[in-house]
């Protein structure tokens, strides 16, 4: 999910908070049920989830696991930036290898995750694509081998 520095976020009420937290338990979980739950009719649950997706405070989608769809290798990749940060930005945003891009402060300008296919794609992406970036002055790339945690479920407060 992308985020809109420049859009003015209003804060959010307890009713959307708690569909929200509904949903983060199971994104496949009826307006009905949500309904429910939080005190809404199926339709006025409908209108508020659809709010709250074209506001871009929230995604349902599916998560999958890349070994499961054929992605042998993730990798978070730091990269150092000469010059505006946000074009590479947005260049990196463009690939389709990668998932994540973070603006950062410390070591790195940017943090990258990139899913690919094997290691010879990595390698691919990194040189042939990553680095010849206009403004990318230098990357690191962490393997990540094998993955603990990964939750998108840290409610709202």
């Known amino acids: 999910m992308s985020r809109n520095p420049g859009r003015t976020s209003q804060p959010l009420d307890?009713?959307?908070k708690a569909i929200i937290e509904q949903l983060q338990q199971d994104g496949r979980r009826s307006y009905a049920a949500i309904g429910k739950v939080?005190?809404?009719s199926e339709a006025a649950v409908r209108q508020r989830v659809q709010r709250l997706i074209e506001s871009g405070v929230m995604q349902v989608v599916a998560v999958t696991d890349p070994l499961e769809m054929g992605f042998a290798r993730q990798a978070m990749v730091?990269?150092?930036v000469t010059g505006p940060l946000e074009p590479v930005a947005d260049r990196l945003a463009e690939l389709d290898e990668?998932?994540?891009v973070v603006v950062t402060a410390g070591s790195f300008d940017l943090l990258v995750e990139v899913v690919c296919e094997s290691d010879e794609h990595l390698l691919?992406?990194?040189s042939g694509q990553i680095r010849a970036i206009d403004?990318?002055?230098g990357t690191e790339t962490f393997m990540y081998l094998s993955l603990r945690k990964q939750t998108?479920?840290?409610g709202v407060r």
């Open 124 to 126: 691919e992406l990194i």
């Open 38 to 40: 939080v005190g809404l």
């Open 152 to 154: 998108y479920s840290w």
């Open 78 to 80: 730091g990269v150092r």
């Open 98 to 100: 990668v998932d994540y």
């Open 135 to 137: 403004g990318v002055a």
């Open 14 to 16: 307890d009713v959307s």
